[in-house]
Structure formats: structure tokens, C-alpha cells
């Protein structure tokens, strides 16, 4: 059936903006927008947008020149919005250089769609929308969620306070927000109830969160590990996870979770940039190399298993040799199971961009070469001591290779198998029988069906 009005969101960057989609959808569904596949379907396409590396403007600019056509072919019917961090760190000049575009909302302003379409309609009201209103979004958006698949985000934090010289999200996110307890418990029963098994908790800097105790806890304030507890009391949330994380905001109630919280799975994503304490410094990351390991250290010691991942950016600006070999050695130390790694890209205002001896695209390009290899081997190491064993894996979908589900390891993996249709978006016990660098393959164990024992269910 057609949907009252089409809407097609196109998704770029990190898992918040992966969030903010869904919520828009989720704020748009009451007034008759459902999704379509294709932009040319649509009555209302979003572009949410990410501005964290280069180009990403002009990639926008060149979307919307497409869009711009199918806006045409429509009889000037379509509206196109733009949202997200381009949006917000360069709005005005969207709305100039693009005539097609209708509204541009910043990722803190979105709430306020339905009200500015509206207006649209009525050619009355501001079709530029880029204030930081974190708290009044939260509060204005519908409790209702749906749910794509057993996996769902949770947002629980926002913003960033800590400046590091390279990073816009301080800029195009705002100071950082924390959400109340009470908002994020009742989310995530709404999220069980919408069907999801595993709940991420996310936020630009998600341990840096802080939240007012509820009452009857006898405790003022949590911290991020004491609210990763209570939400895994919730009956139905089978696995949890979070991210992203700083170094800093590694406190012992969060390490201690990953002892102790049966339903926290064994993966910590933990950004480091650079193994230099110099280009740490340089960074503004506020801790030195020997003060991550120190946090890997004891991050094993509470879950030997953990999986760790990580963020790297090869040549900031006056990174030399030295400084990207101190780097490969504590990739060595640690061993990830995955991770990024980036090219260093100047972003418009921030103090990165104007530091003198920028490093050449040639020496980062090998730079990134190089590490990317090393990891890759990481991967594969850390894959291939898997095989053998038993894992808990939550099938999402078909994968579309020779008609195997893909699923999650609880390690973060992907998995594919063999499993019977019903067994979609469920938990399964899997023999893993085969590793890659980027994959596993296994064999599900039949009537496996993996359901976590639960002590203390809040209701
Ligand atoms: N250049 C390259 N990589 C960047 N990141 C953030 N800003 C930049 C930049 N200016 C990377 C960091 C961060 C990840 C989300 O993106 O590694 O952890
Ligand atoms: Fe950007 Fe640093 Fe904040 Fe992460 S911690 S969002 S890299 S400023």
C-alpha cells in the first residue's frame, strides 16, 4: 500500500545521526509519513548530514544537485530538508547556494519538523532552525519507538565538552547533555516492547554521563556504570552495549560493570587517536599512552575476553616518523579486535586546522597504509581465536550471501549462518567454524534459542 506521504532519510556518518533518523521517523509517522525506498518516491527527503571529515559539504552540495532534478520531475512537490552537522555549522549557505533546499534543521532543533513543514505549507516562519535546545528536543519527542530490528539505539548523551583540536562536534553538537534516568529507563521498556533485544547505549562522550539518582535508590547521583545496571534489569534487554567513550571518563564503577553485568557485552570501543604522548598533547586528549594501557589493563583484568576497538587519526598536524611508530607500538600492546583509522582532515575552525607543519597527503596515505594492515591482521587474529567456540549471536538479517542470516557476536563480530527463518532477530548459540578478517561463519545449534537468566527484573 502507498503511504499517505513518502519520506526518505539518507543516514551519513556516526550512530547518533543513526538515532536522529529514527526519530525523525518516528516524529514525522503522526502526520502520515511512512518510509520509501527511493528518493524519487518521496514527498519528503532528509538529508542528515555529518561533518566530522573533509568534503563533506560538497557532498551534500553534489546530493542536492540530484535531488534538486527529482524535485523538478515532481512538479516542485518534494521538500527537501537538510539536517544533521553540515546543516548546523553551515546552514546559510546551504540556503543560499541551493534554491531547492526547504528547511535546514540542526541536529538539536529536528523536534521542530512537524511545526516548520507546517509552515512551509503556510510559506509563513524560518526555514533555517539551528539552536541547541537539547533539553526541550528530548522532552517534545514521542515516546512511541519503532524498531527496525532486534538491535536498537539508545540515545543517552549528547555533546562534548572536551575539545579535542581536531574534532568539530563540540561546535556542531553543543556542551554536553546528559539525560535523566527516568526518560532513558522508560525509552528503553518502550524499545522492548517495540521488539528490540539489545539495547546500545549512545552518546558523543556516553561514560562522561551523569544522571540524578531515582528515588528510593538511596544515592544522589549515577554514573554511567551504576545507570549501565539498572538499565540491564530491565526484563527483555538481553544485551547491552555503549559508545562512544573518552579515556577520561573511564571510571572503576564502569570498568567494574564489565565484571559484574551478565547482559554488558565483552566490547569496549575506546577512541585513542595516537599512541604519542606528543600528539596526544598536541590533541588536547587529555591523557598520555601509558594512561590508556593502564585503562586496557584493567579493563581485562574485570573481562579477560573483552573485545577492544578504537579510533586513530594518522598525520596530525607535526606527527613525525617517531611519533606514527609509538603509535604501531601500542596497537602492538593492545591487540584491538577492530578499528578506524583515519587520514587527519583540517576542519574549518577548529585549532587543529591552523597549526603549522601540516603533514603531506603522501605520508599520511602511507601512514594509513600501514596501520590499516596492522589492524587488519589484529582482526584476523582476534577472529580466527574465536573459531571453535560457542557464541551468542543476534541474528538481524538476511545477508543476501547464499541466503545466510548476519548476526552479532557479542565480541562485535559479524556472523553468518544458516537458521531457520523464525530464528530472525533472536538470540542463537552459534559454532563458529570459520574466521576472516572482517567476518565469521558458523553453525547454529538447533533449539539453542539463547534467553538470559534474570535476577532483580525491574518492572
Ligand atoms: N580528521 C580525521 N579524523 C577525525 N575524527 C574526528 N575528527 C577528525 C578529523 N578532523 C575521527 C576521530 C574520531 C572519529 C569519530 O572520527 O578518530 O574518534
Ligand atoms: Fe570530538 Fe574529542 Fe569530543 Fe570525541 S572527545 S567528540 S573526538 S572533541
Redesign the pocket.
Known amino acids: 500500500m502507498k503511504p499517505l506521504r513518502g519520506l526518505y532519510i539518507r543516514t551519513y556518518g556516526?550512530q547518533m545521526n543513526v538515532y536522529d533518523s529514527d526519530r525523525m521517523r518516528d516524529i514525522l509517522a503522526p502526520l502520515g509519513y511512512a518510509s520509501v525506498d527511493a528518493p524519487e518516491l518521496a514527498d519528503l527527503v532528509v538529508l542528515n548530514t555529518c561533518h566530522?571529515?573533509e568534503k563533506a559539504t560538497e557532498k551534500v552540495f553534489s546530493e542536492l544537485g540530484r535531488l534538486r532534478k527529482h524535485k523538478e520531475a515532481s512538479g516542485e512537490r518534494m521538500r527537501i530538508v537538510v539536517a544533521g552537522c553540515v546543516a548546523q555549522a553551515e546552514g546559510e549557505e546551504i540556503m543560499a547556494r541551493q534554491p531547492a533546499v526547504d528547511l535546514v534543521v540542526g541536529p538539536q532543533a529536528y523536534h521542530r519538523l512537524p511545526e516548520m513543514l507546517a509552515r512551509l505549507s503556510r510559506k509563513t516562519g524560518d526555514r533555517l532552525e539551528v539552536d541547541f535546545d537539547v533539553v526541550q528536543k528530548f522532552d517534545q519527542l514521542p515516546a512511541h519507538r519503532h524498531v527496525n530490528g532486534p538491535s536498537a539505539f539508545l540515545s543517552v548523551q549528547e555533546g562534548c565538552d572536551k575539545f579535542c583540536t581536531?574534532?568539530?562536534v563540540p561546535y556542531t553538537r553543543g556542551a554536553e547533555h546528559s539525560r535523566g534516568t527516568d526518560a532513558i529507563t522508560a525509552e528503553a521498556r518502550e524499545l522492548v516492547r517495540a521488539g528490540a533485544r539489545e539495547v546500545v547505549l549512545i552518546g558523543q562522550n556516553v561514560n562522561a554521563w551523569r544522571g540524578a539518582a531515582p528515588a528510593g535508590s538511596g544515592d544522589d547521583t549515577w554514573g554511567f556504570g551504576r545507570l549501565i545496571r539498572h538499565i540491564s534489569k530491565i526484563g527483555g534487554v538481553d544485551r547491552l552495549r555503549y559508545s562512544?567513550s573518552h579515556p577520561r571518563d573511564m571510571d572503576d564503577e564502569l570498568i567494574d560493570a564489565h565484571a559484574g553485568v551478565e547482559a554488558l557485552a565483552p566490547f569496549l570501543h575506546l577512541?585513542v587517536?595516537s599512541g604519542s604522548d606528543r600528539v596526544l598533547a598536541a590533541m588536547n586528549r587529555k591523557h598520555t599512552a601509558k594512561e590508556y594501557l593502564e585503562i586496557i589493563r584493567q579493563t581485562r583484568t574485570a573481562r579477560p575476553d573483552i573485545a577492544i576497538t578504537s579510533?586513530?587519526?594518522v598525520g596530525f598536524p607535526g606527527e613525525t616518523e617517531a611519533d606514527f611508530e609509538a603509535t604501531l607500538q601500542l596497537v602492538r600492546d593492545v591487540r584491538f579486535s577492530q578499528a578506524?583509522a583515519?587520514?587527519?582532515?583540517?576542519?574549518p575552525g577548529?585549532p587543529a586546522a591552523g597549526m603549522p607543519s601540516q603533514v603531506d597527503e603522501v605520508t599520511k596515505d602511507r601512514r594509513l597504509a600501514t596501520l590499516l594492515a596492522l589492524l587488519r591482521q589484529q582482526a584476523f587474529e582476534f577472529n580466527s581465536a574465536t573459531v571453535g567456540k560457542v557464541l551468542p549471536v543476534l541474528f538481524e538479517t538476511r545477508s543476501g550471501r547464499d541466503g545466510l542470516a548476519r548476526g552479532y557476536s557479542p565480541y562485535q563480530q559479524v556472523v553468518h549462518a544458516e537458521i531457520d527463518p523464525d530464528m530472525l532477530g533472536t538470540m542463537v548459540d552459534v559454532e563458529i567454524t570459520s574466521a576472516g578478517q572482517a567476518s565469521l561463519q558458523g553453525r547454529a545449534r538447533l533449539g539453542a534459542a539463547h534467553d538470559r537468566e534474570l535476577d532483580g527484573v525491574i518492572e
Open positions: 556516526c566530522i571529515r581536531f574534532c568539530v562512544t577512541p587517536q579510533d586513530f587519526i578506524y583515519f587520514k587527519y582532515s583540517a576542519r577548529t
